[in-house]
């Protein structure tokens, strides 16, 4: 498995490489000028021309990239057009409020999905089975911005459990605070996070259990099965120990994807709760025509997205050890 990893890894070097060239030649087509936004309507020809020559814009697009590919050789991911600010050190500060609402968003979603997802293929047929997977049908149909919307009405405005917006303290350093007896901060964090983890993780947990209810139901049917029920085992022992861990497989890649888009796909919801994280990042790049931020954030998407599926399949050599990743 070490070798594996380390042929996966490595595989990330020329792929970082070949989505940085492929997003900068798209990018050659993507309307507006920064410098038009930089500088505004009222600025000169001259300004405008002092300005693109002093952000390298008026070179041929070929050694614009190949200076880029040269720069992300050496770990630099450019300046930030507007922020003035290497774009490495822009992404890194907005990258944990991304990673905590994702996780916890995720978290939320395997909790929910697998307990329904349970309980449907054990009830198969009856009112039980049709209620959840209503439920499940609800909340892929449901919009997230919407479902963001009525959650702020219902916990803010109405009922005034929970803040509405903002991100509070760091879960991670509020975590070791609350270790040493300090639970205020925890306490703060973890209200600010849960409107937006359970926007986020309402509509995943209906995709993951219409998936556990099918893939437990199949395993169910299988002969193993049968014959531990036969040597009269429990039926809850059957169930988490022979049925659920060999159903594991397709739920825990589907779970990865699951990952991978809450990581980049987390805009309406961070702009609807003002969460400070890429998604809103990117928003207002692509508004200000900050190409070299844009850049950045892109290959950290995708960057993000090869490492869910890297941990996705050293996982399922711990779930089935029949599995060789070798």
Not at 35 to 50: C, E, I, N, R, T
């Amino acid at each position: 498995m070490l070798a594996y990893t380390i042929r996966r890894v490595l595989i990330l070097v020329p792929l970082a490489f070949g989505i940085a060239t492929v997003a900068f030649c798209l990018l050659l087509f993507f309307p507006g000028d920064p410098v038009s936004v930089l500088l505004g309507d009222a600025a000169s020809p001259k300004q405008v021309a002092m300005m693109r020559q002093s952000l390298g814009l008026d070179e041929p697009w070929f050694l614009r990239l190949w200076h880029y590919l040269w720069s992300l050789a050496q770990g630099d991911l450019g300046i930030s057009i507007f922020q003035r600010r290497p774009v490495a050190d822009i992404i890194l500060e907005r990258l944990p409020a991304t990673l905590e609402l994702a996780t916890a968003a995720i978290l939320i979603a395997i909790l929910i999905g697998l307990v329904l997802g349970i309980v449907a293929a054990v009830w198969r047929g009856t009112w039980i089975d049709m209620g959840v997977m209503l439920i499940a049908q609800l909340g892929i149909s449901m919009p997230v911005f919407w479902l963001g919307i009525m959650l702020v009405y219902v916990f803010s405005v109405s009922l005034g459990w929970l803040p509405s917006i903002s991100r509070g303290p760091a879960l991670l350093p509020a975590l070791g605070q609350a270790f040493t007896g300090n639970g205020t901060a925890l306490r703060t964090s973890l209200t600010h996070l849960f409107l937006p983890a359970l926007s986020l993780g309402l509509g995943q947990a209906a995709i993951i259990s219409r998936l556990v209810r099918a893939s437990v139901l199949e395993v169910m049917h299988e002969d193993f099965v049968r014959t531990a029920r036969a040597k009269g085992l429990g039926r809850l022992r059957v169930l988490l120990v022979h049925v659920l861990r060999n159903a594991l497989l397709p739920i825990v890649s589907v779970i990865g994807l699951r990952f991978g888009v809450l990581l980049a796909g987390a805009v309406l919801t961070e702009a609807i709760f003002a969460w400070p994280g890429l998604g809103q990042l990117i928003v207002t790049a692509v508004s200000q025509r900050d190409l070299p931020l844009i850049l950045g954030l892109l290959l950290t998407f995708a960057l993000m997205f090869a490492l869910v599926n890297l941990i996705v399949d050293l996982i399922y050599g711990l779930v089935d050890p029949r599995i060789s990743l070798e």
